[in-house]
């Protein structure tokens, strides 16, 4: 039972869209109005910017904040990417990943037949 329970009710899809969609059904938060929901809104936003500067400033104590906005900053170009597409070379992308793969075969190898990474694994392999 959260701050945000009265909104429960709306975060679930209708039966259809369900079946429809599954977990990418859309939930019903569109139906839900009122103050109450301002408010929740509200605190949510309050909520994930207290997380913000929390994450901030221990990233800072740890000397990683350069590469968290590296982080964000390359997210920027994959969303960029997700939502637009972009151009390929299907030829060249074939042969980089036929040279890349040829690198990393062996390294695969050697990962995969060594008895001391393998045994620190659940289950092995």
Same mark, same amino acid.
């Given at each position: 039972?959260?701050? &945000?329970? &009265?909104?429960?009710?709306?975060?679930?899809?209708?039966?259809?869209?369900?079946?429809?969609?599954?977990?990418?059904?859309?939930?019903?938060?569109?139906?839900?109005?009122?103050?109450?929901?301002?408010?929740?809104?509200?605190?949510?936003?309050?909520?994930?910017?207290?997380?913000?500067?929390?994450?901030?400033?221990?990233?800072?104590?740890?000397?990683?904040?350069?590469?968290?906005?590296?982080?964000?900053?390359?997210?920027?170009?994959?969303?960029?990417?997700?939502?637009?597409?972009?151009?390929?070379?299907?030829?060249?992308?074939?042969?980089?990943?036929?040279?890349?793969?040829?690198?990393?075969?062996?390294?695969?190898?050697?990962?995969?037949?060594?008895?001391?990474?393998?045994?620190?694994?659940?289950?092995?392999?």
């Amino acid at each position: 039972m959260g701050y &945000d329970s &009265d909104m429960d009710e709306y975060l679930e899809p209708e039966t259809e869209e369900k079946k429809k969609y599954g977990a990418n059904a859309i939930n019903t938060i569109h139906m839900a109005h009122g103050p109450r929901l301002h408010a929740i809104v509200a605190m949510d936003s309050l909520f994930t910017y207290w997380l913000y500067e929390d994450l901030t400033a221990e990233l800072q104590q740890k000397d990683c904040l350069s590469g968290y906005k590296f982080f964000i900053e390359a997210q920027k170009a994959l969303d960029r990417a997700t939502m637009n597409g972009m151009r390929l070379d299907e030829k060249k992308m074939a042969e980089h990943k036929a040279h890349l793969t040829s690198l990393l075969q062996p390294l695969y190898e050697k990962i995969m037949n060594h008895s001391v990474v393998v045994s620190k694994w659940d289950g092995g392999y």
